[in-house]
């Protein structure tokens, strides 16, 4: 559905360049692409119908959650839910919205394999059968290596690879006069390999759409000249992929506030804008309307009072009772919002403003509980926005009990001292090869796990050149496979903060994950310099679900990237398995500094996955969570 709609920019008219016009966006739309629960099949008919009244134009289908999309995209969709996409299929035809549909086989799927790609076809044939025309190959946050040996032989690179793939794909359904869309494993400017970038947009066919999600992931601006850029390395406009609204990365979280920061002439360096939503359908409708606006008339659009017209549109006079909502989370994702303190690191947690925010949050609440008894559009919006109150609250009285904090004047404050360590100058040398017997006369701390000691233990020391880190793990049952991947088996996390003045992690920080030795996977230490800035740093940062090493390797592979990090240089360790556990050592050159920042964290999981942390922040999974070693004592 290509449309075009070119609209006369009135300022340019008014200079006398009648002949510029500022086109719209030939389409806009939704990607329901986010991470964690996936729409219920109710959400997505209303979604799909409010699409056709304010004029988003396609919807991708593509939730990351979704066993058939991804994880298990081989298995054809069981009956029932077989059934549920052609209800869909039928009511985006009724709304005017094109239904598209992706796939993401990357986790597991053998590029080179004709039985995987067999299974491929046959899982896009049973949904073309369904009616729909358009289809997505999904490589995003995949293993950015190739993974089997056969692929390295058949491909050598992972572009070439999916170059085969989607070339391979785009024929079949272009027989048939059906589209592909792609999105790379480089989708981004915050990260990524660009040769693989470049190999993509030379190789792939021409009529295949590719994805890009703008300067960073999430994006606070994003321009035309940056739209062109990418669309240079890829030989084609790229079609945006907007990740706002989306709130998989920060669940305490909602974003109501209007679209911002996309440039007036972002359209014309782009084939179209597709904006991935919250797991909130309902909440998302309020932003969105926002987005058909601005795709209608970029140079015309008014964010302030397209929120306004949003509101009163969904939810007519009871909009009124949402203000406090969207007061509190008309913030974008890249802003500090009133309840970060409560998520990520802060040392003095203000609870007056967030006691009086939930209050009024909480009001609010009753208001449009009492509304929906004659406003049927808000109740699925009440029964979204109710568990986000609570979810501060519960919070709230978690750190209130932590022992790590306490109360002063209204304030929560982290007892900062619990998390500084004095390395002392070592009276013998250390031999750092993970046999701990020149330690037994060290100071050990144990780590913590949510306040309380855990039998892991570890111990700094010092000398001119290096800081040394003992750890020693006390417990049976080391699991030195979990699956696919070495960050989910036990293991030594350490994060140093290459520099102390940006206060987060970042691109100068240097990663260690040490494995524990004679593991089954004949997992090696991975020691490399963190890939990334920004939005994912941030995003790293409030993510208390997955841990540090599992993100990592998840998105980088375990190929340690180039490291850059100075304090890299001479970095040494060793492991060795014990009557207890098993045990480690580093030895970090310390560039003379008289302190140092690192996160410690070990995982185990026998029985569950555990986090300990040399810091006693309630934030296990947390890479920031740092302490500080101070090395002139
Ligand atoms: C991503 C994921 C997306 C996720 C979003 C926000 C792309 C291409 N992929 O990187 O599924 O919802 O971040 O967490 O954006």
């Known amino acids: 559905m290509k449309r075009f709609k070119y609209l006369p920019l009135t300022v340019l008219a008014a200079l006398g360049c009648t002949e510029t016009q500022v086109p719209a966006f030939e389409f806009s739309g939704v990607i329901e692409g986010f991470y964690g629960p996936p729409w219920s099949h109710g959400d997505r008919l209303d979604m799909l119908r409010f699409m056709g009244r304010v004029g988003l134009d396609v919807y991708i289908y593509a939730p990351k959650d979704d066993p058939f999309h991804r994880s298990r995209w081989r298995e054809p969709y069981p009956e029932d839910e077989r059934q549920q996409l052609q209800e869909l299929v039928v009511t985006a035809q009724q709304a005017g919205v094109e239904f598209w549909y992706a796939i993401s086989p990357g986790l597991t799927i053998t590029y080179s394999d004709s039985t995987d790609y067999r299974d491929l076809v046959r899982k896009i044939d049973q949904v073309a059968d369904l009616g729909v025309e358009h289809f997505g190959l999904f490589v995003d946050d995949v293993p950015p290596q190739l993974t089997h040996d056969a692929d390295r032989k058949a491909f050598g690179t992972l572009a070439r690879a999916h170059v085969a ?39 792939v066919a021409q009529e295949v759409t590719i994805l890009w999600t703008g300067p960073d992931v999430a994006s606070p601006t994003i321009s035309a000249a940056q739209a062109s850029d990418w669309g240079r390395l890829l030989r084609r406009k790229p079609l945006l992929w907007d990740n706002y609204p989306v709130n998989d990365y920060a669940r305490w979280r909602l974003f109501l506030g209007p679209f911002t920061g996309r440039a007036a002439d972002l359209a014309g360096a782009t084939i179209g804008i597709i904006a991935n939503p919250m797991n909130e359908a309902h909440a998302s409708m309020i932003p969105l309307a926002t987005l058909a606006d601005y795709a209608r008339d970029p140079s015309g659009y008014d964010p302030r009072q397209s929120i306004g017209a949003a509101l009163e549109m969904l939810y007519g006079e009871d909009a009124d009772a949402l203000n406090p909502f969207v007061e509190v989370f008309g913030d974008y994702g890249w802003d500090e919002n009133l309840f970060e303190p409560l998520y990520i690191l802060s040392d003095t947690i203000y609870v007056a403003p967030i006691e009086d925010a939930l209050t009024q949050l909480q009001t609010a609440l009753t208001n449009l509980e009492r509304s929906s008894a004659t406003n049927g559009a808000l109740r699925a919006l009440h029964d ?35 998390d500084r360590v004095v390395a002392a100058q070592t009276t013998t040398s250390v031999v750092v090869d993970g046999d701990l017997s020149e330690w037994q006369d060290a100071d050990w701390r144990p780590l913590y796990r949510s306040g309380r000691s855990t039998d892991i233990r570890v111990a700094f020391r010092r000398d001119d050149e290096f800081l040394y880190l003992a750890v020693a793990t006390q417990y049976r049952n080391i699991r030195v496979r979990g699956g696919r991947m070495l960050g989910e088996a036990d293991h030594i996390a350490i994060v140093i903060d290459g520099d102390p003045t940006d206060g987060a992690i970042g691109k100068d920080d240097l990663f260690v994950l040490l494995p524990p030795p004679n593991n089954i996977a004949n997992a090696e230490p991975v020691v490399t310099a963190l890939p990334f800035e920004g939005f ?64 410690l964290t070990v995982t185990s999981t026998a029985g569950g996955k555990r986090v300990a942390s040399l810091s006693r922040r309630n934030y296990p999974a947390n890479p920031t969570t740092f302490a500080e070693i101070r090395l002139n004592q």
């Open 165 to 203: 793939l989607t070339n391979k794909l785009h024929e079949h359904l272009a027989a048939r006069g059906q589209t592909l869309a792609l999105t790379p494993t480089t989708y981004t400017n915050a990260w990524g390999d660009l040769e693989y970038l470049a190999e993509i947009g030379a190789g």
């Open 536 to 599: 994912m740093a941030k995003w790293l940062a409030d993510n208390h679900a997955l841990t540090f090493t599992e993100f990592h390797l998840s998105t980088f592979g375990s190929d340690p990237s180039p490291v850059v990090a100075p304090m890299a240089d001479g970095l040494e360790y060793g492991t060795r398995r014990t009557r207890t556990g098993y045990s480690a050592e580093l030895a970090l050159p310390h560039l003379g500094r008289d302190r140092l920042r690192l996160s």
């Open 384 to 418: 979204e926005l109710e568990p986000f109150v609570a979810r501060q609250r519960e919070r709230l009285a978690e750190l209130s009990r932590d022992p790590a904090y306490e109360e002063r004047n209204g304030l929560l404050v982290y007892r900062s001292e619990l």
